[in-house]
């Protein structure tokens, strides 16, 4: 994102909210290689964006929001008739954090726990990225795990029970 002050236009209310927001997406963006601590500069800076992720008025969407109003604006700046999108979904693993809430099994392992993230990138034909068109984040449940498995053993036993009695 090349104007991370745009987010404040379409933030939440919350002025404060929105500066903190701005201040942390720009240490991280000059600081991409880096985890968030190290990116943050300290312990203090560190801390406040934990609280901010951990807000419940703070909005990743209209982050996303931002980005892809960004990217079909540069898109029509490079007049660029095609946009390829590149898809991808990356699995985040939070396997020493086993009590935390809105993660799970992220593979046939059970005790492997994390998220999953599916991104779209927008990118011209001559390759150029554009920026972030959509992103979407989720977990499977703990309590639903291994049901996709039996599912498809139960749809399995139920087409050949019904190919069998066909004849």
């Known amino acids: 994102m090349k104007n991370f002050n745009e987010y404040l236009k379409t933030s939440t209310k919350d002025k404060r909210l929105g500066k903190r927001t701005v201040k942390v997406l720009e240490q991280i963006a000059e600081n991409p290689d880096k985890s968030i601590n190290q990116a943050c500069g300290g312990k203090g800076q560190s801390k406040a964006a934990y609280r901010l992720f951990a807000n419940e008025n703070f909005d990743d969407a209209s982050i996303v929001a931002v980005q892809k109003k960004q990217a079909i604006e540069k898109a029509k700046e490079e007049k660029t008739s095609v946009v390829l999108i590149a898809e991808d979904t990356t699995t985040i693993s939070y396997n020493g954090l086993k009590e935390t809430k809105g993660i799970g099994p992220i593979d046939e392992n059970p005790k492997s726990l994390g998220i999953l993230v599916h991104s779209a990138l927008g990118i011209t034909e001559k390759g150029q990225p554009l920026g972030l068109l959509a992103q979407k984040k989720w977990f ?25 009695s066909k004849s």
């Open 140 to 164: 499977r449940d703990k309590e639903d795990f291994g049901k996709r498995h039996d599912a498809k053993k139960n749809q399995l036993k139920t087409k050949r029970a019904t190919n069998g």
